[in-house]
């Protein structure tokens, strides 16, 4: 018996794709802000990128009491000072966890994660201004960071400031576009690879993530609607194959 050969997608007119993938390129132009990116120059030999390594694949399991012990001895290296923070922050380790997210501040300022975890803890802890702090100057170095937008939205609310708070969730609201825009990037190169299923599931979520009714969305909705049609005329197509 032949093996069926596998289905590949056979896109739509061309010309139109990319006249909507340009749309997209375009719109996305309009709707994100400029992409910060924060450079760690944290340095570690061999060994501590290995124990890094084995530390982030227990963290990954839900082994945070294993992530800890093998971070025990970090010191210097930001990476594995913020990972074993946040295993002692699950493990309900505070003073731990707060040491760690700090030493770590200290050598790297400009950590989100660090600065992150360490607003959450001293939120639960009950010191929101130090938190309220943190957060600012979280968000003034990124400003597109949805989760500080939410934690910052939070803090708000808790201190009866229910106007920020508000104001806190449209900028996240605004933020959630940018990730949308990796899920466009991603489904242009599907599409071009012949996957025309993972291109329409990347911008279905892509759409989720934006706005309803915006100019963006509506690209995308056009464009799924282009690739879906193209995919039912493969398989329309492979059906009267395999009857001859």
Same mark, same amino acid.
């Given at each position: ?137 979280? @968000? ?43 899920? @466009? ?6 599409? @071009? ?52």
């Amino acid at each position: 018996m032949k093996r069926p050969a596998r289905r590949r997608f056979a896109p739509p007119p061309v010309s139109a794709l990319r006249v909507f993938f340009a749309a997209l390129v375009f719109c996305a132009g309009v709707v994100s802000c400029a992409g910060l990116v924060s450079c760690a120059k944290d340095k570690a030999d061999d060994a501590a990128l290995l124990l890094y390594a084995k530390a982030s694949s227990a963290y990954a399991k839900g082994n945070y009491s294993g992530t800890a012990e093998l971070l025990d001895g970090a010191k210097n290296f930001v990476p594995s000072l913020v990972l074993r923070g946040k295993a002692l922050y699950f493990r309900d380790e505070r003073a731990g966890a707060e040491a760690c997210f700090r030493r770590a501040l200290r050598l790297n300022a400009s950590s989100v994660e660090a600065a992150l975890f360490l607003a959450r803890l001293l939120r639960d802890s009950g010191k929101n201004d130090e938190a309220a702090r943190v957060t600012e100057t979280l @968000i003034r170095n990124n400003p597109q960071d949805i989760r500080a937008l939410r934690l910052a939205s939070d803090l708000a609310a808790a201190g009866g400031d229910s106007e920020s708070a508000a104001a806190f969730l449209d900028r996240a609201v605004e933020a959630s576009a940018e990730s949308a825009l990796v899920f @466009i990037d991603r489904a242009r190169f599907r599409w @071009i690879g012949g996957n025309g299923d993972g291109a329409l599931e990347d911008l279905g979520r892509a759409e989720a993530l934006l706005p309803w009714n915006t100019a963006l969305s509506r690209s995308i909705g056009e464009l799924r609607f282009l690739i879906a049609r193209g995919n039912k005329q493969t398989e329309e197509s492979e059906k009267t194959e395999e009857d001859k």
